[in-house]
Every structure is written in C-alpha cells, then in structure tokens.
C-alpha cells in the first residue's frame, strides 16, 4: 500500500514504485464539487511549479482548479477521465486520478499532509 | 440569513444548503444534481421555491402602468409572464401573474421582491405581500398523476383548490420546460404538502438542477441574463410586450421600448452551443469567427440531457442568426460554438 500525501486543496499524492507522483482530488473534493462533467489534465512534459493550477475539473454547477502539490514535470495524464469525468465521483482516491509527475525534489513530499492532518483540516472546515 | 418554511425538511433530506438572495437555500439533495435534473425531465421534481416573493395585488387596473402586458384582460382562472420595466425600457424584474378571482397573485425574484414592493408602493398601489407563504414547484411528465387534485387545468391556468386538506392556490406552469404546477399554500403547512408530494414520488431537487432546467428550457434567469441595463427586445422577451399596450404607449418605459423595436436592438440573447465538453461560465467573453468582440455569455453550463456545454449570452444583432459560428474564450483558448435556436430541449406544457 503505497503511503498518500494530502494538501490543503483537497488533493491526494502517492509516489509508486516507478518514483512518479500520482496526484488526483480527494473523495471529500468530488463531493463537494458533486457530478464531475469536464475535466482538463496539462500536456505531458510540461514544468510545472508547487501551488501552480495545472489542470481543470467542472461540475454542472462550477468549475475548479487542479494544482501541482509540488514542482515537476509531468509525466503522464489519465485519459480517461477526460473521456468519462464521472470516474472523478466513482473513485476519486484511485482509477480518477489526474496525473503523475517527476517531483523536483522529492523530499518535499514530507512538507504535505498526513492521512491524520487531513482528516483534523475537514474536521476544521465542517 | 432567511429561511423558508421547509427548512427542516431539506435538513432532514441531507441537503446542501447555499445562500441565494439572503436565504439559505439547497443546491442539491443527497441524489446530485445530475439525478435531479433527470428525475424532472423523465418522472417528477420537487422544489422549494419559497424564496420567492408572494404578492396580493387588488386592482389590476392600477398595476398595469408599471408592466407593458394586457393585465387588465387577464381573465379569472389564468396566469401571465410579464415585466416590471423602469424608464428606459430597463428590466426591473420578470414575474408572473394570476387572476385567483378574489384577487390577484403576483410571484416576483427573491433578490427583487422588496425592491417591487416598494416601487410599486412608491406609485401608490395597494401591495400585499404574503412573504411567509410556501410556495412548492412540482415539475416533469409525472406532475399531473402525482396531483390529480390539479390536472384540470391547462399550461397557464391557475386556482384555488384543496391537495391533501391543504388551502393552495395552484397554477400549471413553471421553471423547467416540463409539464408541471408552480402551488402556493400558508408556510405552516408547508412542510406536510411537501411531505405529500415526496409521499406520492416526487424527488426532490434543488437550485443546482432548477438552474440546469431552465437553461435547457431557454428560460432567463433574473440576475443574469436579464436586469436593469437589459430591455425586453434585446432579452428575446417580445412576447411579453402587448401590441396595443404598445400603441398606447401607457406604460413605463413605453417610449423606450417603442424606440428599440423601431430601430432594432444593438444586442440579442441568443442561445450557443459549444463543440468539446468545456463549459463557458457567465461572463465568458464572446468573439466573432474573425476576432472582433461579439459579446459576452450570461449563462453557462453543461447540459445534463444534451451531454454537451450550453449557454446564453448577448452578441452583437448582426451575429445572432442561428448557426452563426462563434468563438468562446475560456482560459485563453478560443472555443468553437454556433448560435443555437431556443430552447435547446423542447418544453413539454399540456395546452
């Protein structure tokens, strides 16, 4: 079970074997947002800067940005959630993830939230 | 924060409450936008419409100065979509009205009811609101099985009649493009008739779904497509506009409109659809095939029975001929769109 980082813009980041960072939005961000009519993922290969918004996701009701949690390159994006956006609202925290970037530096990862953190942000924001 | 008479109910339906025009209003109920909109345009919705504001007017006779619409000739038993425009042919608010025979019922936006209120007191009429009432929307081709106690009337009719013991006053119209029954009743009793209806099979639904129907149904939206700064002639409200009421030129903003219709609108509202899937929200900039600005959208979003992106928005009157190739400009990239003829999902009213 690979360990998941959280930010504070309710996303999720989980670094697999390859060393890329998978990065989508959380089950409580799919809720909020509610059905998840258009997503737009940033081309692959582009640089992309901590806290930058890189790609796009819309519900019928309002649109949202994606941010880079760190700095890297983007390595792959997911298209087919492009193709059917509702996977966003099916599984958020698993086949509806965004895209995977080659971090920068990968120490910063433990500068994100833990599971424990993220779960006391909610609390907060309730 | 102000709340309707069905407050606890939505609580207690798991909704998610929003603030809209000072109430604390539910965007959608535990079902999702996307399941309520298709509830309404394939079985039957519920909404809480409550927000907006009730009014009891005596006389029509005085009225009629501040709307350009035949009131006078609104006969017992029917309802008419009208404006309240200001001098210069501005849209003040839309409402409707109906003739209950022992009075009549004005249903005007909760932003502007109390702006109407006192302007139509300013003029000297003889205004009662009935802001504690309840007023339910049920909407969608099952609305007339689920209130039998209504399905009498035809699109545009209104009465008085009992559902369920409770005193409602009942008019076959409302907000969606369905077949449906826009039903005013005392806020007390508010929470048992939609209690009722929900008993019967109606599903709730929420402003999220109300907005995405009445886009779909080519339907403005106060606020948005339409306000002070808008004249009837552009908004596509012509309809609303009686011929001889015209020729008199005995309302205000009579001047005007007559001036606009004359020589022709610099905008239109018209109706766009994009190509992709990407929304273009309101206040996206519109620009001709060739570049040059066009306008702006002043609704946007995706069309749940469509699967597609649909807007409406003023361009400039040479470019609103339906089929016209428009460009959208959403986060710096142009969008393909063609002006689109309304409404994009056909109405279904019971004449």
Known sequence: MPHMFYTKDHEWVSVGDDGLATVGITDHAQQALGDIVFVELPEPGRNVAKGEACAVVESVKAASDVYAPLSGTVAEVNQAIVDDPAKVNGAPEGDGWFFKLRLEDPAGLTKLLDRAAYDKLLETEA | ?351
Request: with cysteine.
């Open chain 2, 1 to 351: 924060m102000a709340k309707t008479p069905l407050d606890a109910l939505h609580r207690r339906l798991g909704a998610r409450m929003v603030d809209f025009a000072g109430y604390e209003m539910p965007l959608h109920y535990a079902a999702g936008i996307m399941a309520e909109h298709q509830a309404c345009r394939s079985a039957a919705a519920l909404f809480d419409v409550s927000h907006m504001g009730q009014v009891e007017i005596a006389d029509p006779a005085s009225f009629a100065p501040l709307v350009p619409g035949d009131v006078t000739g609104l006969k017992p038993g029917r309802q008419r979509y009208t404006l309240l425009l200001n001098e210069a042919g501005g849209i003040l608010d839309d409402l409707m009205m109906a003739n209950l025979g022992a009075h009549f019922q004005l249903v005007l936006n909760a932003g502007r009811k109390a702006a109407d209120v006192a302007h139509m007191r300013g003029l000297g009429l003889d205004v009662h609101p009935r802001f504690d009432r309840a007023l339910l929307a049920l909407q969608g081709p099952r609305a007339a099985a689920l209130c039998p106690e209504a399905a009498h009337l035809k699109f545009m009719d209104a009465a008085t009649l009992e559902i369920g013991g409770i005193a409602c006053g009942v008019t076959r119209s409302g907000y969606t493009g369905e077949d449906g029954f826009e039903i005013g009743c005392a806020g007390e009793a508010g929470e048992t008739l939609a209690e009722l209806l929900l008993a019967r099979g109606a599903a709730p639904a929420g402003l999220g779904a109300r907005d995405s129907l009445r886009l779909e149904a080519g339907l403005c939206l106060y606020g948005n497509d339409i306000d002070e700064s808008t004249d009837p002639v552009s908004a596509g409200l012509t309809f609303a506009l009686s011929k001889k009421r015209l020729a008199a030129g005995d309302f205000i903003g009579a001047a005007a409109v007559n001036k606009i219709l004359a020589e022709g609108p610099a905008e239109r509202l018209v109706g766009i659809r994009l190509e992709g899937r990407a929304p273009a929200r309101a206040g996206t900039e519109i620009r001709a095939h060739n570049g040059e600005a066009a306008g702006r959208v002043t609704s946007g979003l995706f069309s749940p029975t469509l699967g597609a992106p649909i807007a409406l928005g003023y361009v400039r009157a040479q470019q609103a001929a339906p089929g016209t190739a428009l460009d959208l400009i959403v986060r710096g990239r142009a969008l393909p769109g063609q002006v689109a003829p309304l409404p994009f999902v056909p109405h279904h009213y019971v004449r």
